[in-house]
């Protein structure tokens, strides 16, 4: 039988962070929680756009309990800013979607110098997952939900000297290893975990080919690229609904069954319902994720510290 959001279990008394709320797959997981009784906490970028998000979800769910929160990944401090508001409003927390991201933009720098996807798509949920770890400790069976993409299966593992692709980048080698370091990110995370005996689960999913704005923001960011453009044309013609494409990360976030380490996405590689898929490219991922660590750590200053957060 296919998973819908009728599968959903009621959320009341939950709180769940979903970052990039304000649009595409973040909105539709933000108002299908919101819908099952969830206090959501929308962490966005562009306030304008999420104060209209936040009107269309009330639209279809009245009561809806919704929390705005400024956050732009591509700067560290914003994202400790936006931690720190989040913690100080809840000492619990039961679902952190690390959902946001950009794809295949031409070369840009970021106010920390960091390569623009990698450090959004990555580094900057890195941190933020860091210092929301000891409210989501706290929280019996919390889970984080990393959204990867099936164009980690092009990227690489980081090249722990260049991790930023400097005189050696491509739009679309920059997204792959972005996607792959969610990937590893969301398996290490869960290595972590396990390690401190944590109830805490980090569960990976990928939404397929969706039509959202993700593609028309990439062919802007890459200035009308050839690729980009076909990727947006496929997704509006063959692509799922933001509503479909949703469902993997809403599964892996909500399903009772779902465990940790495990990874969900559509049926039929980038359509279909939701289902586990198998974790695949094992071979060296043990040193894919001990690089990926060292180097998170490196270029951030933050630890991700299972231990040592369960303990503040």
């Given at each position: 039988m296919a998973w819908t959001t009728r599968n959903?279990?009621?959320?009341?008394?939950?709180?769940?962070?979903?970052?990039?709320?304000?649009?595409?797959l973040g909105?539709?997981?933000?108002?299908?929680?919101?819908?099952?009784?969830?206090?959501?906490?929308?962490?966005?970028?562009?306030?304008?756009?999420?104060?209209?998000?936040?009107?269309?979800?009330?639209?279809?769910?009245?009561?809806?309990?919704?929390?705005?929160?400024?956050?732009?990944?591509?700067?560290?401090?914003?994202?400790?800013?936006?931690?720190?508001?989040?913690?100080?409003?809840?000492?619990?927390?039961?679902?952190?979607?690390?959902?946001?991201?950009?794809?295949?933009?031409?070369?840009?720098?970021?106010?920390?110098?960091?390569?623009?996807?990698?450090?959004?798509?990555?580094?900057?949920?890195?941190?933020l997952t860091a210092h929301l770890l000891p409210a989501l400790l706290r929280t019996a069976a919390s889970r984080v939900v990393t959204v990867t993409s099936t164009a980690h299966h092009m990227?690489?593992?980081?090249?722990?000297?260049?991790?930023?692709?400097?005189?050696?980048?491509?739009?679309?080698?920059?997204?792959?290893?972005?996607?792959?370091?969610?990937?590893?990110?969301?398996?290490?995370?869960?290595?972590?975990?396990?390690?401190?005996?944590?109830?805490?689960?980090?569960?990976?999913?990928?939404p397929g080919l969706s039509d959202t704005n993700l593609q028309a923001v990439s062919v802007e960011g890459s200035s009308g690229g050839a690729s980009q453009r076909f990727f947006h044309l496929m997704a509006q013609r063959t692509g799922m609904s933001a509503d479909d494409g949703a469902l993997s990360q809403l599964r892996a976030g909500t399903d009772p069954a779902a465990r940790g380490g495990e990874f969900y996405g559509p049926l039929f590689v980038n359509n279909g319902m939701p289902v586990r898929k198998p974790v695949l490219r094992r071979l060296g991922m043990d040193r894919a994720i001990a690089k990926l660590w060292e180097v998170s750590a490196r270029e951030t200053g933050v630890a991700v510290d299972v231990r040592g957060a369960d303990g503040m």
């Open positions: 959903i279990p009621d959320q009341h008394g939950r709180t769940a962070v979903v970052t990039g709320a304000n649009g595409g909105l539709v997981t933000a108002r299908e929680l919101a819908a099952k009784g969830a206090h959501v906490v929308m962490a966005v970028r562009n306030q304008d756009k999420a104060t209209r998000a936040v009107d269309e979800i009330r639209a279809s769910v009245p009561d809806a309990s919704l929390e705005l929160v400024a956050l732009d990944l591509s700067s560290q401090a914003s994202v400790r800013e936006a931690a720190a508001k989040i913690m100080a409003a809840h000492r619990r927390i039961d679902l952190l979607f690390n959902n946001a991201g950009v794809m295949a933009i031409a070369e840009a720098r970021t106010v920390d110098g960091f390569e623009m996807q990698f450090a959004v798509d990555h580094l900057g949920h890195w941190t990227g690489r593992s980081l090249d722990v000297a260049n991790p930023h692709l400097e005189g050696n980048y491509g739009p679309w080698r920059a997204y792959g290893q972005a996607k792959l370091a969610n990937f590893h990110f969301g398996l290490g995370l869960q290595r972590e975990l396990e390690k401190a005996g944590a109830s805490t689960a980090s569960v990976i999913a990928h």
